[in-house]
């Protein structure tokens, strides 16, 4: 026993040593059999990452349309069209759900990976409506791929959306607010695993016709009062799968190809936000999807060695949309200014949204989930006229500070903010492009930020278009 008793603690040894990145020998220089030997990252393309670090709404949107312009391959990897991203160029202002915002970069390929649900009624209406702003959009079906994988969307699971919604409202006395878009019961369908795929529309239509009335028929079942037309939505389901046939590639040998083909830059750009994930958000007022950094490895098929920067985009202030908790929102003059300076209404709902002053603790949770290599600030230009800000700083639950973002909603609800009041500059910073632009007080409300983070500063919006960026490094 006592010889059975040193071989298992050398393996021990030699499994600490591979885990710290050693070679993997026991005492006395033998080689554990434990696996092959360590390796050095692999060679190939690294993707970079744009996240959402509040509840949504915060410039994801500006700040990928800016990182696209030198972008080869633009992917958007989870939610559907329950997400809205403006970007501005030259005035005109695009609004996006589906399609990645580097889609009006006429040089890269926007991919839409298989951890999006579509609805592509949806998709083709956005595209039109692009269309009609500007000529940003042109050709769009030229350069953008869809996963074979990705779920769809349908006109059921929107009105089944609408349906909850009304019955949450009924039995509960509040909703979710959810944007009706049909993403929830979409991803149910999935989890379900009685959901249709890309890959299912285009094989065989006869088959998916099937599939298609066996899950209607279980909505129907389910929602008495739910009104579906069956084959008038098979048939407008046969004329999409061949606008988007040319476009649908399987998606996981796609970006095999584009990590490890020639050198290529590579751009994901999340939906939604940290504080509305799944898991990790203010459950249950959250999204249906994973739209933290784990959804980018789930959602395009990648490991995740090849994930390379990880952004994470915060408003200057904070904003939510819908129903939940939000410890810093100022229901008062203050939220109503931010809400009109800032022009504060959804791009998908139109809704208005509730304001309030920057969190930090919301963002150093988002952080510690997301591993955020910089920040963007956005909407700095909407502060300038105040003479006092205040900073969220400390949660305290029964008068004592807590060094987490509580899970629970009941006891998020009870919290209290301790905040850091900082002086405005009173001033406007619309026409700031350098760091040293930006009035003093400017400068150290960004500091104050970096400092409490532990995190650099890489960009701050200071406006709605594509100049109104200011680079830090």
Partial sequence: MAGEGGSAAAAADAAAGLLNGGTGEGPGGKRARLGSAPHSPPAGNRVTVVLGAQWGDEGKGKVVDLLSLDADLVCRCQGGNNAGHTVVVDTVEYNFHLLPSGVINHKATSFIGNGVVIHLPGLFEEAEKNLKRGSGLEGWETRTVISDRAHLVFNFHQAVDGIQEQQRQQQAGKNLGTTKKGIGPAYASKASRTGLRICDLLADFNEFSKKFKALAQHYKASYPTLNI?????????????????????????????????????????????????????????????????????????????????????????????????????????????????????????????????????????????????????????????????????????????????????????????????????????????????????????????????????????????????????
């Avoid at 046969?238 to 490890?260: C, N, S, T, W």
């Avoid at 203050?334 to 809400?339: A, F, K, P, S, V």
């Avoid at 009870?414 to 400017?442: I, M, Q």
């Fill in 229 to 473: 037309n069956t084959e008038a939505e098979l048939e407008q389901l046969k004329i999409y799968a061949e606008k988007i046939r040319p476009l649908v590639k399987d998606g996981v040998y796609f970006m095999y190809q584009a990590l490890h083909g020639p050198p290529k830059k590579i751009l994901v750009e999340g939906a939604n936000a940290a504080l509305l994930d799944i898991d990790f958000g203010t459950y249950p007022f959250v999204t249906s999807s994973n739209c933290t950094v784990g959804g980018v490895c789930t959602g395009l098929g990648i490991p995740p060695h090849y994930i390379g920067k990880v952004y994470g985009v915060v408003k200057a202030y904070t904003t939510r949309v819908g129903v939940g908790t939000f410890p810093t929102e100022q229901n008062n003059e203050i939220g109503e200014t931010l809400q009109a300076r800032g022009r504060e209404f959804g791009v998908t709902t139109g809704r208005k949204r509730r304001c309030g002053w920057l969190d930090l603790v919301l963002v150093k949770y988002a952080h510690r989930i997301n591993g955020f290599s910089a920040l963007a600030v956005t909407k700095l230009d909407i502060l300038d006229d105040f003479e006092e800000i205040k900073v969220g700083v400390e949660y305290h639950l029964d008068g004592e500070q807590i060094p987490y973002f509580p899970a629970n909603q009941e006891l998020l609800n009870k919290v209290t903010v301790k905040y850091k009041d900082l002086p405005g500059w009173r001033c406007s910073t619309e026409g700031a492009r350098t760091f040293g632009d930006l009035p003093a007080e400017a400068q150290a409300y960004i500091r104050f930020i970096e400092e409490y983070l532990e995190l650099p500063v890489k960009w701050i919006g200071v406006g709605k278009s594509r100049k109104s960026i200011i680079k830090l490094f």
